[in-house]
């Protein structure tokens, strides 16, 4: 089963960085397209960014643009959000999740298939 595993989580000052990690050991992992949400106390899961199976798409949340970066490497089996000048408001829980869509990024959360427990990232000002 395609679960994914998030790590790299943690607490950091503003201005700071973090660097999460999406990982599994299935091998068809590779082929699944893989996005990161959050969630923050209080409100409701926002999409942060996502990727294509093959790396040919990316997008990015206009909330973190500029800012954070998606990739991923498959010889490795992960994916990788970099999250650079972090600010209090990025305080969340960050999931990954993996979709089966075929091409391009996937479109909202019922795209996704198969979702990881959350790494908490927190912020300090």
């Known amino acids: 089963q395609v679960q994914p595993v998030e790590s790299g989580g943690g607490l950091v000052q503003a201005g700071g960085s973090l660097r999460l990690s999406c990982t599994n050991s299935e091998p068809t992992f590779s082929h699944y397209a893989v996005g990161w949400f959050r969630q923050a106390p209080g409100k409701e899961r926002e999409y942060v960014a996502a990727?294509?199976?093959?790396?040919?798409?990316?997008d990015v949340a206009e909330s973190v643009k500029g800012r954070f970066t998606i990739s991923r490497d498959n010889a490795k089996n992960t994916v990788s959000l970099q999250m650079n000048s972090l600010e209090p408001e990025d305080t969340a829980v960050y999931y990954c999740?993996?979709?089966?869509?075929?091409?391009?990024?996937?479109?909202?959360?019922?795209?996704?298939?198969?979702w990881g427990q959350g790494t908490l990232v927190t912020v300090s000002s």
């Open positions: 999740a993996a979709s089966a869509v075929p091409f391009g990024v996937p479109g909202p959360p019922y795209d996704y298939d198969y």
């Open positions: 990727i294509s199976w093959n790396s040919g798409s990316t």
